[in-house]
């Protein structure tokens, strides 16, 4: 199992920013199977959508809505998943939630953290 840790969610105005951090952690067979990490986010009454997601090779892909204000990276000796978020909108107020994604043989898996609560208003 993966056990994930966010952090750095809150309550910023309009045209703040943020960063949110999520640490990857467990048996070490299976940190060392993750390829691709990643951030989802569900605003209330709303479906949980993708935000952008990077894999262990650096390619990322990005939600229409936040390219160009959002930017995220990994640390992979620290098996952490990172997002700026920078000219936040009130859009954005949503729970973020991370995730990352094992490979085993021909098995994937998915992991989920709990969720972070972003608030973005005035």
């Known amino acids: 199992q993966v056990q994930l840790v966010e952090s750095g969610g809150g309550l910023v105005q309009p045209g703040g920013s943020l960063r949110l951090s999520c640490s990857a952690s467990g048996a070490s067979g299976i940190i060392s199977s993750i390829n691709t990490m990643g951030w989802y986010r569900q605003a209330p009454g709303k479906e949980r959508e993708l935000v952008a997601r990077i894999t262990n090779g650096g390619a990322t892909n990005y939600a229409d809505s936040v390219k160009g204000r959002f930017t995220i990276s990994r640390d992979n000796a620290r098996n952490t998943v990172y997002l700026q978020m920078n000219s936040l909108q009130p859009g954005d107020t949503a729970v973020y939630y991370c995730?990352?994604?094992?490979?085993?043989?021909?098995?994937?898996?998915?992991?989920w953290g709990q969720g972070t609560q972003v608030t973005v208003s005035s």
């Open positions: 995730t990352v994604r094992s490979k085993v043989g021909l098995t994937y898996n998915n992991y």
